[in-house]
């Protein structure tokens, strides 16, 4: 049964602010609070049990979230925690290491100086520790987070592991966002994003 009443959509208001100023919203962040969305929605996690869950995002996505995570729920698809990264003090690779899905967080590209999809709040990444990012830079293999290296056989079965197959990668594509696992040079299996020619239509002056 989805309780309709606990999937909702609000601004940013200033109480909502006040948590992420400074945080996932950092001085330099150069995308007005105008263009977020506050979420709230629920969740299961691998015992089946109901969780309430807070993200925040781009407006573009907000609705397509909205859908997704009820779909995701009333399949009892486990989503271990969904928190603002803001409760990791925006420190995406604590955020990681405690497997929380999350979506906005204004920062740059893993070694480039480019905004991230989340940066736009147009990227999200679900249970990130069962789904790791990796990348060979200069020869050397980065791994983000770094506690997930019995994760990257991708071979293996274990719980949160998303693939093809998953319920989880079959609604956010649905939905036309594009899947890190899918990527050539890295790999990134908890990540979900908007595409590049979208993100440049909404934000020209960016590109």
């Known amino acids: 049964m989805i309780h309709e009443e606990n999937f909702f959509v609000t601004a940013i208001d200033d109480k909502i602010f006040a948590r992420i100023k ?29 969780h309430e869950g807070e993200i925040i995002c781009n407006a573009y996505i907000a609705a397509d979230l909205i859908d997704i995570f009820k779909k995701l729920y009333a399949a009892n698809y486990p989503i271990e925690k969904i928190r603002l990264v803001d409760e990791y003090d925006a420190d995406d690779e604590l955020s990681m290491r405690d497997n ?42 980065s791994l983000e987070p770094a506690t997930a290296e019995e994760y ?40 979900f994003e908007i595409s590049s020619d979208i993100v440049k239509k909404l934000y020209p002056n960016d590109f």
């Open 152 to 191: 990257l056989d991708r071979e293996k079965i274990f719980p949160y592991k998303i693939t093809e197959d998953d319920l989880c990668y079959k609604l956010f594509t649905e939905h036309g966002f594009e899947w890190g696992g899918n990527w050539g040079d890295r790999k990134d299996y908890q990540h």
């Open 22 to 50: 400074g945080k996932s919203f950092k001085d330099n962040c150069t995308l007005p609070v105008e263009d977020l969305r506050y979420l709230h929605v629920l969740h299961k996690d691998l015992n089946g049990e109901t």
């Open 100 to 141: 929380n899905s999350s979506c906005f967080n204004f920062r740059f590209i893993s070694h480039s100086k480019k905004i991230s999809k989340h940066g736009y709040g147009l990227a999200v990444d679900i249970n990130p520790l069962y789904n790791p990012y990796v990348k060979f830079v200069d020869g050397k293999r």
